[in-house]
């Protein structure tokens, strides 16, 4: 290879895998009408499902019988109900300040986002949008403070410029012995054939499956990961929006199907005592119809130039990115590249900010062929609220257009191959602590200018929170952690 020739240059191209485009008919979920949703597995009840800001999955269920007379008495024919202002603002039991005890919001539900619930039967669930009920001498929180409605703002900002995206996720997670317990399943070693014999943990595994493929997620594989109980499920792709609800359902499912079977699922980040944390790596591709419109960048050939774009503006707003895909102190036990000083190396997102192709041990990994490229962000875990995670980068996708950036950053993967040690040539590093991404986020602006300064420094107080009540280590925030992702 000459010096001046690139990896991706100079080596043929082989195409694998399949080529996905917001516009493949098969990646829509169709939502079950009333006749069949009346049929479909005697279904009695409706839970009404919201993720709050620290990514508590919460619902509050409704008769079937009640769930269709607040549609048919609506004007429109979707039903409508009150929450407490408080349901945003909670952990544990404790009310973040600036959320309150007075006030209500609309609950409205979103119809098109209703699936079948297979790990509890008689169940189906359903998102919704939070508005606030602004009458009464109660002020009301600003609008909107709804992850769902800041994910569906910064999208229709998205498409307003031609911007479309497609996103999946590897779902890993850690079975443990009893509902109630804190001791591993099983212990193995990644991808090995014996930890998915006959019996636990496979009767489990093939049950989440078939319930994730009865509710309508698409699931591509799944495999044991390398930590003792650890296990992943990847997931096809779909819309930012869609995206988000399928993994909180999905997140849902994976954990109320080991509890049928009086086991534990966790999504922490970091479970005390453990080697190997859980991750949520989050495969990402942008599309437009000008996206070959441009110049091919020399520093990575293989990119369209809209990729190109996203791609360097996903690394200059990653700190920031950070403060939503990583915010607890879990999550940076997690992405150490030496677990606690023992010296052995893992397969986490490193601690710099860099890209490079198929590289595993970088926190932005370009994968998939040339022409179904997918950035993959490694630097992510399930305490993230999934819809402002997605706003995130989706409004990362929007600076870097608006701005029409130029990518400046070299592929590192041959840097990172050749000596692990070389990785001190790349200057900056990803935030060591929540409060170094959250410097980091205000710095940068981005998020400021999409999310609304109001929301995000409700943000940083709900994650304050969030750090005080897990506590600062041992036994009693394994508890914590486990109970709450």
């Not at 990583?326 to 893992?346: A, N, V």
Request: with cysteine.
């Amino acid at each position: 290879m000459s010096d001046s020739q690139s990896p991706t240059e100079a080596q043929p191209q082989v195409a694998y895998g399949i080529k996905y485009t917001p516009a493949d008919a098969d990646l829509a979920f169709e939502a079950p009408t009333w006749t069949g949703l009346a049929a479909w597995n005697d279904t009695r009840f409706i839970r009404l499902t919201w993720v709050d800001i620290s990514s508590v999955i919460r619902c509050k269920v409704l008769t079937l019988k009640h769930f269709r007379t607040l549609a048919s008495k609506s004007p429109n024919g979707v039903p409508t109900t009150t929450l407490a202002t408080a349901s945003l603002g909670l952990v544990g039991r404790t009310l973040v300040d600036g959320f309150s005890v007075a006030g209500d919001y609309l609950f409205e539900v979103d119809l098109s986002s209703l699936r079948l619930l297979p790990c509890t039967p008689g169940h189906a669930i359903v998102f919704g949008w939070l508005k606030p009920v602004n009458i009464g001498p109660v002020p009301q929180l600003a609008d909107p403070f709804c992850p769902r409605t800041i994910l569906r703002n910064i999208i229709e900002e998205a498409l307003a410029r031609g911007l479309t995206f497609l996103v999946g996720f590897e779902l890993e997670f850690t079975l443990l012995k009893d509902r109630n317990g804190t001791v591993v399943l099983d212990d193995h070693d990644w991808s090995t054939s014996s930890s998915i014999h006959s019996g636990a943990p496979l009767e489990i595994l093939d049950a989440m499956v078939t319930a994730l493929e009865r509710g309508g997620i698409a699931v591509h594989s799944f495999r044991a990961e390398a930590g003792p109980g650890q296990y992943k499920i990847v997931t096809g792709p779909l819309q930012p929006l869609q995206a988000a609800d399928a993994l909180s359902f999905s997140r849902d499912v994976i954990r109320g199907t080991a509890s049928g079977y009086q086991r534990r699922a966790t999504f922490a980040p970091w479970i005390y005592g453990h080697k190997y944390g859980n991750g949520l790596h989050t495969h990402v591709s942008i599309h437009s119809p000008s996206a070959s419109e441009g110049e091919i960048s020399p520093l990575a050939p293989t990119l369209n130039p809209l990729e190109a774009i996203f791609l360097q503006s996903l690394l200059d707003n990653l700190g920031g990115i950070c403060a939503f895909s990583m915010p607890t102190s879990l999550s940076y036990e997690r992405t150490d590249e030496y677990i606690h000083g023992l010296g052995q190396q893992i397969w986490g997102p490193g601690k710099h900010v860099c890209w490079g192709t198929h590289h595993r041990q970088v926190p932005i990994r370009l994968c998939g062929p040339p022409g179904a490229h997918k950035f993959e962000l490694r630097s992510v875990d399930a305490t993230a609220n999934p819809y402002l995670l997605l706003a995130s980068i989706v409004a990362a996708a929007i600076e870097g257009v608006d701005n029409q950036m130029s990518l400046t950053t070299s592929d590192s993967t041959v840097l990172l191959g050749q000596n692990a040690k070389t990785v001190a040539l790349i200057p900056d590093e990803l935030p060591h602590s929540f409060q170094e991404a959250f410097r980091c986020l205000e710095e940068q602006d981005t998020m400021g200018k999409f999310f609304g300064e109001c929301f995000i420094q409700a943000y940083r107080g709900v994650i304050e929170e969030v750090h005080q009540y897990l506590g600062s280590g041992g036994e009693g925030q394994f508890d914590k952690v486990v109970e709450m992702y």
